[in-house]
Each structure stands twice: as structure tokens, then as C-alpha cells.
């Protein structure tokens, strides 16, 4: 994509998909992370495709984006709070703006995100000229599932 692009980046999960036979939705079984009959989905940065796990937010840049649009109306949020809450499928609004929504006061958010929203509202950003590398945590088991992505801004 190029520099002036945007990306809008929104996603839906569920609190209740069936997971028995004859499994109308197209999801039999529990192979997944988390509680039965959920999905949940999050973005983190990460180094290399062959990898599972983020890296640090001290060596991310893939949220130093422009926020041109985001679900919660509140575009002046840090690279820091955006990593946060792309983390965490808008679970915490920020890392420490002092809200009820912050990391800071907010309940901590479950390592399977299952006391996260099902679906992300979503945010529209301007990404600076980098290759960015991305997956989700949830669905990542590291057999069977991968859930990971490019974005490339020229």
C-alpha cells in the first residue's frame, strides 16, 4: 500500500457459535483457545513470521499510526495505548489514561482474552512506510492454527 492509505482494521467474533454435530455454523468441535463456544481475536505486533510471540512494545513501531478514525472517538491516544488496546480487542481503551477502561483500573484482561469483547469496533489508521508484521494471540496454538498478516507501506 502506499503512505497516504488507509487501513481500517475491525473485527467480529462470537459468545455463542455451536460447536456439536452437525455443527450448523461450520465450527465442529472445540479445537480452539478459550471458552467453548467463543472466538475472540486481537492484533500484536511480531518480528518474524515464524515466531508466536509479540514483541515488546519497546521495539514495535507498527503503532506509531496515525489514528484517523477510531470506535471510541478518542484519536489523540499514545502509540502505547493503541498497542494496548489492538491487544486486547478494545478489552482495556489504554495503557494508563487514568479511565475505568485504563490497564491501570480496569479488572485484568484473561491471557485468552475470554473477558474481551467478541468483536473489535474497529479504527482507521494512516501507517507509516515500514513492513509490519501481526498476529493473533488467541488463535495461535502453535500447531494446528496460525492467524498472521503483512502490511507493507511503500
Known sequence: MKENDLVHIQWTGSNSHN????????????????????????????????ENYPVPFEQSGMWNAEIKWIYHNDKSMSAKDLAVNMA??????????????????????????????????????KFKKGKYLYACTRNNNFTNRSQKGTITVQ
Do not use: H
Open 19 to 50: 460447536n456439536g454435530a452437525p455443527a450448523g455454523d461450520g465450527q465442529a468441535g472445540d479445537a480452539g483457545e478459550g471458552t467453548p463456544g467463543t472466538d475472540r481475536n486481537n492484533m500484536v505486533q511480531i518480528q518474524d513470521m515464524s
Open 88 to 125: 486486547t480487542s478494545g478489552y482495556y481503551k489504554c495503557a494508563a489514561c487514568g479511565g475505568a477502561d485504563s490497564a491501570e483500573q480496569r479488572t485484568k484482561v484473561n491471557n485468552l482474552l475470554n473477558n474481551a469483547p467478541a468483536s473489535y469496533e474497529g479504527a482507521v489508521l
